[in-house]
């Protein structure tokens, strides 16, 4: 199941992985998402849009913004959609 930029912004402010509000959180605004925060993370998007991921700390350091995010997380969909 692939997530949009708009289900993944509400997803980080609603379970308070970034400090914004959805109105603030743009796709380029900088984040950083910690060990807490990127296991959260990973959790909910286990739990709401049944995505597993296990993010290398390579992939992780990338993660300085919702637009990095979210094409991380479209990547990772791509490779495990074609392993099924």
Not at 46 to 66: G, K, M, N, W, Y
């Amino acid at each position: 199941m692939t997530i949009s930029r708009d289900e993944l912004r509400a997803l980080l402010v609603e379970c308070e992985i970034v400090p914004f509000s959805t109105d603030e959180l743009g796709d380029k605004t900088p984040i950083i998402i910690d060990s807490f925060a990127l296991v959260w993370l990973i959790q909910m998007l286990q739990e709401r849009h049944d995505i597993v991921l296990d993010p290398s700390d390579d992939e992780v350091a990338t993660f300085d913004s919702l637009w990095a995010v979210h094409a991380y997380l479209t990547a990772a969909q791509s490779v495990q959609d074609g392993a099924r």
